[in-house]
């Protein structure tokens, strides 16, 4: 059974951090490239961050400078390391898997992160 458990998020300041970690299981972890996209209220969902199995990281404009992507393979986990955090980045946060090699695509429930003004 393929899971994708989020965590870590929360209220937090302005100017605060915080770090969403992403558990899976249920399949082959290193040949799925990992994502973290964000869902705020009104809006569409967008992606944040991306790391592929070379680990290669992309990050959206918005967030460059200020998160951290990061996979550990060993644990099946990937990371987001969030610093300085602003009100717009309080959003529905989810952990995403694409397949490397077919078209499979699996999303965690997400976690909520709210950042006060």
């Known amino acids: 059974q393929v899971q994708l458990v989020e965590s870590g998020g929360g209220l937090v300041q302005s100017g605060g951090s915080l770090r969403l970690s992403c558990v899976v299981s249920g399949f082959t972890f290193r040949t799925y490239a990992m994502s973290w996209f964000r869902q705020a209220p009104g809006k569409e969902r967008e992606l944040v961050a991306t790391?592929?199995?070379?680990?290669?990281?992309k990050y959206t404009d918005s967030v460059k400078g200020r998160f951290t992507i990061s996979r550990d393979n060993a644990k099946n986990t990937v990371n987001l390391q969030m610093k300085s955090l602003k009100p717009e980045d309080t959003a529905v946060y989810y952990c995403n898997a694409r397949s490397s090699y077919s078209s499979y695509v699996y999303w965690g429930r997400g976690t909520q992160v709210t950042v006060s003004s």
């Open positions: 790391i592929t199995t070379a680990g290669i990281i």
